[in-house]
């Protein structure tokens, strides 16, 4: 079982990786939209090569072509799912079990858009060598091809068990991000309740790109960071 230490150690560890890493995604982030120049990332070739930029500064983007180009050269759009039971189980089902599991897995690959998913993923991976996929599923909604869901994470959102270096035995997994002080209130009602946690007494922040302002009406403390972490020895 994680106890609450060592959770702080991963936050620590996991921040401290993206601070190294942050400035090269931003300068490739802003590479592949065209704002080459008005790049604030920070790394010694940004650095080199606007300082000794010439008064006309030039781009030619030669990143968008390159991450489209591979993405669809390696992704393959027909996505038909195939369900076989296990062997060992077999027996043990009705028969057309597997049959109806892949009808609905099937509609649900249809309505997830999972050609976009996949793509963006493509991208990131490309990019920053590194993304995740979050499955969950909406309590509230009773078919299962419309509660299930699935959503493409960039680096800096996903945490994972580092030590495990062959990815076979991970300790935990997890998923970092920011998100609305309100939209926390009632999505995470019965967790707060259970531990007795006041959310109006927590201090939040503001982003960055003042989103929390727009979309919230406060300017200050309207974002809050959640870790929703797996642990996966417990």
Request: with cysteine.
């Amino acid at each position: 079982m994680i106890g609450d230490k060592e959770v702080r150690d991963i936050i620590k560890s996991h921040n401290t990786w993206v601070s190294d890493h942050e400035d090269s995604w931003q300068g490739i982030r802003d590479a592949f939209q065209d704002k080459f120049w008005d790049t604030k990332s920070n790394t010694s070739f940004h650095k080199t090569i606007t300082s000794d930029a010439y008064p006309i500064r030039t781009q030619v983007n030669r990143v968008r072509p390159w991450v489209q180009a591979h993405g669809d050269s390696i992704f393959y759009r027909g996505i038909k799912p195939s369900v076989a039971p296990d062997p060992l189980v077999r027996d043990d089902l009705d028969d057309g079990t597997h049959k109806s599991i892949e009808v609905l897995l099937r509609a649900w690959i249809l309505r997830q858009n999972l050609n976009q998913i996949t793509d963006a993923a493509y991208q990131m991976g490309l990019m920053y060598n590194a993304f995740g996929l979050k499955l969950g599923v909406d309590s509230d909604v009773k078919h299962p091809v419309d509660a299930a869901w699935i959503e493409v994470l960039p680096p800096w959102e996903c945490v994972w068990d580092r030590n495990d270096r062959a990815g076979r035995r991970p300790r935990y997994m997890g998923h970092v991000f920011d998100e609305v002080k309100a939209t926390v209130a009632h999505d995470y009602k019965k967790d707060l309740e259970e531990r007795e946690i006041d959310i109006s007494a927590i201090q939040g922040k503001r982003l960055s790109d003042g989103l929390s302002q727009r979309e919230s009406g406060e300017a200050e403390g309207a974002y809050i960071r959640i870790l929703e972490l797996y642990d996966l020895t417990a």
